[in-house]
């Protein structure tokens, strides 16, 4: 098995599994293009049928009247079959850990860091450096293990408190829901270092009582209605990827929780070409949107860190971002048309117009109310013909102040590519160590050559230089052009190109940075992201300042090594940018290294504000940063939200107790 | 936040009992020339990138900050106004260069080696300055006793391979010939005496000052205090420098910034005699180079000892945590002047008031102070006439260094020396001021030979009084020790109450009027009174319970000896109110002020109604006038012209003040 990273030029069916999974990564033949999406496709196809036999039917409630509620569906409606996501989540996902069951981070007997399974391109490949980097960065070291509880144990979760009276009625409508422990536990939570650390130590708070997985807008109708009858809680649950203690029960409520789990809700209702606008069930998830508009020769372009798992809906409710938004636009940007089903029944507008003056934009109480208003159930969004063309690179920069005055130049000219990113220089090592084994001598030797190149003859110190990776998307030529107008600004600033790969693998390492948090919390090692949007003058202060506070609190609070705290810059704006923070650090010698944890997050969002940075970019509020609302969109702000969620859910149905 | 002040104070002043190394001796042993040629090789700020005298003073002429308020002076045309602010950006601009730091290692290493037995350093304090600098921008905040403090910090870094500081000076020290160029080489900036409302002026300079500490090219050292203090005292602190250095901070563009107070104490100060001559009202000599030569006799004396003791590094960001909300300055550029609120202009205040303080806290106090203060208690005619009894004076200066140890003051009482020795050598350094013999001690008082006339008794008071005044500077060195506990000793001898909180009442009282007069960090008036009684039961003095403070027979010579001791404080505040009071006219000019009081004085001296001469000087009148207009009792109506709130003058504070 020989793997190298093929480099993705020419590509014509790149589509975004092709970062994400080996079986989209056949660019190494770029022109057969045709020939391998064939081949991806019928092994997607097989994939999902053997996905739905092991299926199996959710406490004798088999969802046969949903088949009805999908029948309403239209012709367009052909590929329900081959979907990511089953109700049983447990069946292909981690219950205490991100993502696919059969992907993880390991160290193989030989002690060499291995990715397993068979989904991404790094998939069964040996990472060489990705040891000797953890134990340098944080002290970490294989004999000292710290291992998750193996299987969920059903005991430890409290049975659930069941309104006898819904869950009649919920019956005879027939819409398929459940009181398995393992179901309930899987929707508890989202990703946040804390709930993971605790399901790890087989810890089971507050679960929901009953999940429900509605097939269609109606059904979510009758689940709102019943729920308001008989008084129950409802906490929508989309792709369950929260970082923002969204989807943790509030301890305080003593109705009986169901969470409405959208994941059924998974069509492409219709695809409107005149308009280039697509109608969607909110559940669908990420790369199952991208994949079947792709289908189509379409794609909406908006691809979020973790569009593995998260879902429409889920992007609305939080004001989601994607990579690619400099071409695409964020959510907000890409949204047409919102249905949502509340406690005062369904909002949505009359018309499909691109934009409206019709007083303050009801689309924005919707849009980022996390769930506190009700379930959004279709969207319409905008979609666009697939790119012709696909090119990533890099420039690497002598430091990062360089780096910044670079992205600040592209701000300002407007030329950002589909993604630019500058990785501070403990994320460039960090990259580096998650190099795959090379396969050749003659890369290696190349590398070599690189290093030599840019440290020795350029005179870029190791430990300062930075990288900037980016993605073109486009027509071949202007594309060209495009790349040649960012790599001369670039120039400008000290940066000189350091090829596809490094960019490339940039990306890649998005995708499995969550997987190796993992293996991390193996090692004594815990960490997080966060992160916030700040104006341009203050991206570099905000960035040295937030890592300084990390690197301080961690020492106050008696963290025994330096922590890693890191940042990049992922998304340009006129106005300014997002800056993503990583913070891990090895917690051995502390007794509640959770909390250490959480108060340095906290010193660490403190620090934000301080600076200038916005509470959120794109997570959103959740539970996790609700203290700091009132002083982020004043009082009077406040009481604005508060009087909406009054009017709309009196009765607090909506009761997951986020944002306000 | 009190346990905060109460930690700095109590730890910036290290360990009770800390190694100084006498730095001189070394010097004796090794050749000057070796010594200036020595190499330098310090290590600088981590965060900083070099940058030489013209990048710093491009970067402030270029500033976003500057252009903006150049574009605002109106009246003449931008290019113009542009050339103003490079013309006081020259005069200005310090040049510091390793060449002239070595010509004047050589020099001042010469001179001091001249003029002092010994100076003595805490090394420690050094070390943590060491590691300091490489950490975040430093500010070296030394006390101002005498121009021989100018270079003795930079003299001290070069000796020990610390980057040397940039210092604020005063202009006039820039217009000395050849001196003036020498200083600005050794790092020195100058700034004008009278800014007055000139706006392009403060904004060169607070650019020219914020963009050091922001880029950490070098430690800025500068006096919190203002000027050199004439009176040996602490001076009330300055904010307007500490403010544009403090502000890099509040603003976010840096992380942290490090404040080292450093304590010089002199055995002997070079000027001594000058200082009493000013506040007379004899105007001091400018500063020229000739004045300088001429000085040159001084260097035929012995000043004793001198004492740098560089106290603990004070984080700003610990300082300053939970006093104030940095995020005011985020929706302002900040590049944009920005009135800061009230709450960070109290915070500037505390900051420089607790500087002042831990200088004070970190002074080492010569037997000759506890004499100084000794010898004032003594009626006057004993002093010029028949003279002070030897050995009374003795044992009671050791009873004094003993209530000094109580206070924790920190003495710098020569070890292993009999006391009798420490004594007459003391008296002999201080020749000028007194003379023992025949077992007792005078007061000299400069005859003027030239003159044959004799003294009118006028003359003769102002003769006695510029000895007195050298006396008083000295015993004002030992003055921060006793203050609290001393005026805790006056509001019990003037109330009688035995009730803590009547005593407190009208210690906040005193405190209030002598906030000009004596150091007190604001807002802490409930932790002086504390500490006052605290000390007072430490040596025995007074008997605390939970309500009331009964004064112990044991104590009465403690607090006699207290009450005295701010006795001068007491009356000259008194005669000034009562001049005001009687005096008919409402409005007033200070030019008529001054010397209306000191001729009311000398006659109430002269009568015999008076008992001290300090109300002579110049410092306490400006003092009692600055405390009058804090409190509201008169009021400028514009430069030099006062009028005064009868009712107020008239009631409650000279009503409340004590007669005694």
Redesign the interface.
């Known amino acids: 098995m020989c793997h190298t990273f093929p480099a993705l030029t020419s590509d014509r069916s790149s589509r975004i599994c092709s970062l994400l999974y080996k079986h989209g990564s056949s660019m190494a033949s770029n022109s057969s293009g045709s020939d391998s999406s064939d081949r991806q496709r019928i092994a997607q196809q097989r994939l999902s049928v053997i996905a739905g036999h092991l299926q199996r039917p959710v406490e004798g409630n088999s969802g046969i009247l949903a088949a009805e509620c999908k029948a309403q569906g239209d012709k367009l409606d052909v590929s329900s079959e081959r979907r990511t996501v089953p109700r049983r989540r447990q069946e292909i996902m981690k219950w205490n850990g991100w993502g696919y069951s059969d992907s993880k981070f390991l160290y193989n007997k030989k002690g060499q860091a291995e990715f397993t399974g068979k989904r991404y391109r790094l998939s069964g490949m040996i990472i060489p450096g990705l040891r000797e980097w953890m134990e340098s960065t944080f002290g970490a070291n294989l004999q000292h293990k710290t291992p998750a509880a193996p299987i969920l144990n059903s005991s430890a979760v409290q049975p659930p408190t069941l309104n006898e009276a819904f869950l009649k009625e919920l019956k005879s409508t027939g819409i398929p829901f459940s009181h398995d422990a393992e179901d309930r536990v899987f929707r508890s939570h989202g990703h946040c270092l804390h709930e993971i650390f605790a399901l790890r130590e087989g810890k089971i708070g507050r679960v929901p009582d009953l999940v429900v997985w509605p097939n269609c807008h109606n059904d979510v109708v009758k689940i709102v209605e019943l729920a308001c009858k008989h008084n129950v809680c409802l906490m929508p649950y989309g792709g369950g990827t929260s970082v923002s203690s969204a989807l943790e029960c509030p301890p305080e409520e003593t109705r009986s929780i169901v969470s409405l789990d959208t994941s059924q809700m998974n069509r492409i209702l219709w695809i409107d070409e005149k308009n280039l606008t697509a109608h969607v069930e909110a559940g669908i998830v990420g790369q199952d949107l991208e994949r079947l508009l792709n289908e189509s020769g379409y794609c909406t372009g908006h691809e979020p860190d973790s569009m593995e798992f998260s879902s429409l809906g889920g992007w609305v409710a939080t004001r989601a971002s994607g990579m690619k938004k400099n071409i695409y636009g964020n959510i907000e940007d890409l949204v047409v048309h919102i249905k949502m089903v509340t406690p005062q029944g369904v909002i949505e507008k009359s018309c499909q117009g691109p934009r409206m003056s019709t007083g303050p934009d009801v689309h924005h109480f919707i849009m980022g109310s996390e769930g506190t208003l009700g379930v959004v159930t279709e969207v319409t969004m905008k979609i666009r013909p697939m790119p012709e063309y696909q090119k990533y690179g890099s420039v690497v920069f002598p430091n990062f102040e360089m780096g910044v005055a670079c992205l600040r130049e592209v701000a300002r000219q407007r030329c950002a590519p589909a993604s630019i990113r500058l990785m501070d220089n403990e994320q460039f090592k960090f990259g580096h160590a998650l190099k795959p084994q090379v396969s050749s001598i003659f890369t290696s030797f190349l590398d070599g050559l690189k290093k030599f190149y840019i440290t020795k003859f350029k005179g870029f110190d190791p430990n300062r230089l930075c990288v900037a990776t980016l993605l073109f998307e486009g027509d071949r030529e202007k594309v060209l052009q495009h790349e040649k107008q960012v790599y001369d600004i670039a120039a400008k600033f000290g940066g000189l190109a350091a090829g596809e790969d490094n960019g490339q693998r940039g990306y890649m390492l998005t995708f499995v940075i969550a997987y190796l948090r993992d293996l991390g919390m193996d090692y004594y090692v815990i960490g997080e992201s966060f992160e916030t949007s700040v104006p341009w003058?203050?991206v570099l202060?905000?960035c040295?300042?937030v890592k300084?506070?990390i690197v301080r609190e961690c020492k106050d609070k008696g963290v025994q090594f330096p922590p890693l705290s890191t940042c990049r810059v992922t998304q340009t704006y006129d106005a300014g940018a997002c800056v993503y923070f990583y913070f891990a650090f090895n917690y051995r010698g502390l007794s509640d290294p959770v909390h250490v944890y959480e108060q340095v997050e906290h010193a660490a969002r403190e620090e934000i504000?301080?600076?200038?940075g916005s509470l959120s970019h794109h997570h959103g509020v959740g539970k996790l940063r609700k203290e700091w609302m009132r002083?982020t969109i004043s009082s009077v702000g406040m009481g604005m939200l508060k009087s909406v969620k009054d009017y709309v859910d009196p009765n607090n149905i909506f009761g997951n107790r986020n944002l306000l | 936040t009190s346990v905060v002040v109460l930690v700095v104070l109590r730890t910036a002043s290290l360990k009770d009992e800390e190694e100084f190394t006498d730095i001189l001796e070394e010097r004796r042993r090794t050749t000057d020339l070796g010594y200036a040629l020595r190499t330098f090789n310090p290590q600088p700020y981590k965060g900083a990138p070099y940058s030489s005298t013209s990048d710093l003073k491009k970067a402030v002429l270029e500033s976003q900050y500057l252009r903006y308020i150049i574009a605002l002076e109106t009246g003449s045309s931008v290019e113009k106004v542009r050339q103003e602010a490079r013309g006081i950006l020259e005069e200005m601009s310090h040049n510091l260069q390793l060449g002239f730091i070595r010509l004047m290692a050589y020099t001042v290493n010469k001179v001091f080696k001249r003029l002092f037995r010994s100076i003595y350093v805490n090394m420690e304090g050094l070390n943590m300055l060491q590691q300091a600098i490489q950490e975040s921008p430093v500010i070296l905040m030394p006390n101002h006793r005498s121009y021989v403090d100018f270079l003795i910090v930079s003299f001290i870094l070069f000796t020990y391979d610390i980057p040397i500081p940039v210092i604020a000076a005063g202009i006039p020290l820039a217009s000395m010939k050849v001196v003036g160029e020498i200083l600005r080489r050794s790092g020195a900036f100058f700034i004008r005496r009278a800014i007055g409302s000139d706006k392009l002026y403060w904004a060169v300079l607070s650019e020219y000052v914020r963009t050091i500490v922001r880029t950490g090219c070098a430690p800025l050292e500068f006096y919190v205090e203002g000027f050199r203090s004439r009176t040996l005292k602490s001076v009330v602190p300055k904010l307007g420098m500490m403010d544009m250095v403090l502000e890099p901070y509040f603003k976010g563009e840096v992380f942290d910034i490090t404040l080292v107070p450093i304590s010089i104490s002199y055995d002997r100060v070079v000027e001594e005699s000058l200082l009493a001559l000013e506040l007379l009202g004899v105007p001091k000599p400018k500063e020229s180079t000739t004045g300088l030569f001429k000085a040159s006799r001084v260097l035929q004396e012995d000043y004793g000892c001198m004492h740098v003791n560089f106290g603990r590094p004070l984080s700003v960001r610990q300082l300053c945590e939970g006093k104030i909300n940095r995020s005011e300055y985020n929706l302002i550029p900040r590049d944009l002047p920005q009135r800061p609120s009230t709450e960070i202009q109290d915070c500037v205040n505390w900051v420089a008031h607790l500087i002042v303080r831990t200088q004070e806290e970190g002074s080492l106090i010569s037997p000759w102070s506890l004499m100084a203060c000794l010898l004032l208690q003594a009626p006057i005619t004993t002093l010029t006439e028949e003279g002070l009894q030897w050995h009374g004076l003795t044992e009671k200066t050791l009873w004094l260094r003993k209530l000094v140890l109580d206070f924790r003051g920190r003495l710098n009482w020569p070890a292993h020396t009999p006391d009798s020795d420490v004594m007459s050598s003391t008296v002999a350094l201080h020749h000028s001021i007194v003379h023992h013999k025949a077992g007792r001690v005078c007061l000299v008082q400069d005859g003027d030979p030239a003159s044959q006339d004799p003294l009118s008794p006028e003359e003769g008071v102002m003769r006695t009084a510029a000895a007195v005044l050298m006396l008083v500077s000295y015993r004002n060195q030992a003055l921060h020790v006793f203050v609290r506990p001393g005026i805790l000793a006056t509001a019990i001898h003037i109330t009688k109450s035995t009730q803590k909180d009547e005593l407190f009442s009208f210690f906040c009282f005193l405190r209030d009027v002598f906030a000009n007069e004596f150091i007190f960090i604001p807002g802490r008036a409930s932790q002086d009174f504390d500490e006052a009684c605290s000390l007072l039961q430490k040596c025995g003095a007074v008997h605390m319970s939970e309500q009331e403070v009964t004064v112990l027979e044991t104590g009465l010579e403690v607090l006699s000896f207290l009450q005295k001791l701010l006795q001068p404080f007491l009356d000259s505040y008194q005669l000034i109110f009562r001049y005001l009071c009687e005096n008919g006219a409402h409005v007033f000019t200070e030019k008529q002020f001054l010397p209306a009081v000191q001729n009311l004085a000398t006659k109430l001296i002269l009568s015999g109604d008076l008992h001290t001469f300090e109300v002579l000087s110049s410092d306490t009148q400006k003092n009692v006038l600055s405390a009058l207009r804090r409190l509201e009792a008169v009021t400028k109506l514009r430069a030099g012209l006062y009028i005064t709130q009868k009712e107020l003058l008239g009631g409650s504070i000279p009503t409340r003040f004590p007669l005694c």
């Open positions: 003058d203050r202060d905000i040295r300042n300084a506070r504000l301080a600076n200038g002083e």
